[in-house]
């Protein structure tokens, strides 16, 4: 395939995975207690399958859409009002988190044990910029904010990490066997 | 929900705000995102409500949409004001009863706050209530057309943008065929052991992916054909035209901008 030829196909499949995590985020597994919702776990398998770059940017494409107006954000809500909204900082930290989960196992090998690592790293960023926005956006004292945005997340989120990354490499491995996954060839080709 | 993922939250009236230019609908509500931070009196605050109010009016958006999109942030708005009532301590005490005292300072901070989070959101609500995602992609493409001088993808992203807001429809589906599919197989999505349930999430995200992988292939190949190479002296099907009332609007929203420049203490 020419150089142009794998550009489209990327490109194709960054945006086909915004829509996947549009469409995710509208599952949820009903779990006792803690329902996990399909958004954090497709953030992570963005990360895990597609890499840091090609993650990002489909994370990336994901927020765009939903601030447009397309219901894609969790419970069917859209719009740049849930961006700017108090809860935005978290749609925001999704985008560094996917890059750190992607450059982590790019350099440290896609592995159960590394994507855990690198997922729970990416659950703490993701919180740490939800909580400084929401500290920001509704002039909280730090110790109001990080007992509303960050503490109560922090089980649930090690859950949905630990999910995520058994997921992601299951996921992976298939899509590599099925010789689907070009993506992760391009970057070794160019 | 189907027409709810095609065409968004888009409403679709006969209005000024529906004929503006997606362009210049994008610079108005960003100007005004910022505009909002100028204020900090009573005086500010009420000629904002009032524009806003006015623009809402005018929109010709049925109450209940927009009422909708409050819904969502309001426990977030009434929980800033509580919070700023009892935790911020300036000015006057004007109401004590035990331990809780109320200050001046708390109480104003707190209205102010809630107010400029009500007005965001009506104003960003506004843009998508009246223009399509499609319509705003284009926009967006145009507008940042500029950033092309440093090698800033922008066709690429906007190409990006229509092919997820394409597929996202046909990709619900899709879920929701594999779902049944499996079920009909003896997958259990609801019921059983909390491990088989989340083991059930397997045979429902490896189809979805494998299809979308041959979906992507395909389209690619699609594209090709047609001969697409690249966004460099691509001609467009929807044109944008900038009329008499984007620029109405945009002086509109500069008078107010003076306005609390002048009234802002």
């Known amino acids: ?190 | 929900m189907m027409e709810k993922m095609i065409f968004g939250r888009y409403i679709p009236a006969v209005s000024p705000m529906h004929r503006m230019d997606p362009r210049s609908k994008i610079i108005l509500v960003f100007l005004f995102v910022c505009v909002v931070f100028i204020a900090n009196n009573a005086i500010t605050y009420g000629l904002l409500a009032i524009y806003t109010f006015l623009m809402v009016l005018s929109s010709k958006v049925p109450i209940r949409f927009i009422l909708g999109g409050l819904r969502i942030v309001l426990w977030l708005v009434l929980f800033t004001l509580v919070l700023h009532l009892f935790f911020t301590k300036e000015g006057e005490v004007l109401f004590h009863w035990g331990a809780i005292s109320i200050y001046e300072g708390g109480l104003k901070q707190g209205i102010f706050i809630s107010v400029r989070f009500f007005l965001l959101i009506l104003m960003t609500s506004l843009l998508t209530l009246t223009t399509t995602p499609i319509e705003i992609t284009d926009g967006i493409e145009v507008l940042l057309n500029p950033l092309k001088k440093i090698k800033f993808p922008v066709h690429e992203l906007a190409l990006m943008m229509s092919i997820s807001l394409r597929f996202i429809p046909t990709l619900m589906e899709e879920t929701d065929k594999i779902m049944k599919a499996q079920t009909a197989r003896g997958v259990e999505f609801s019921g059983g052991p909390i491990k088989d349930r989340v083991k059930a999430i397997i045979p429902l995200l490896i189809p979805l992916f494998i299809g979308s992988f041959k979906r992507a292939e395909e389209l690619a190949t699609a594209m090709e054909a047609r001969g697409y190479r690249g966004g460099e002296g691509r001609t467009k099907y929807r044109q944008l035209r900038w009329s008499l009332v984007d620029t109405v609007m945009l002086l509109i929203l500069a008078v107010v901008t003076a306005a609390l420049v002048l009234f802002r203490s």
């Open chain 1, 1 to 190: 395939m020419s150089k142009e030829q794998i550009k489209l196909r990327s490109m194709i499949i960054t945006a086909l995975f915004a829509a996947i995590i549009g469409v995710m985020a509208q599952l949820t597994i009903p779990l006792p207690l803690v329902p996990i919702t399909g958004q954090t776990l497709a953030i992570g398998l963005a990360a895990t399958i597609l890499g840091a770059r090609y993650g990002t940017l489909s994370v990336l494409l994901y927020i765009a859409i939903g601030s447009i107006g397309v219901p894609v954000f969790a419970e069917f809500s859209a719009g740049l009002s849930v961006l700017v909204g108090p809860t935005g900082g978290f749609l925001i930290g999704f985008i560094p988190a996917t890059f750190i989960i992607g450059l982590f196992l790019e350099k440290l090998g896609f592995t159960f044990k590394n994507a855990i690592i690198a997922n729970i790293i990416g659950m703490l960023i993701t919180l740490a910029f939800g909580t400084v926005w929401l500290k920001i956006a509704t002039d909280l004292s730090w110790v109001s904010a990080l007992a509303s945005g960050f503490t109560p997340f922090l089980v649930v989120g090690t859950i949905k990490a630990i999910l995520a990354s058994w997921i992601g490499i299951i996921v992976r491995k298939r899509l590599l066997s099925a010789k689907l996954l070009i993506s992760n060839d391009i970057k070794q080709s160019a």
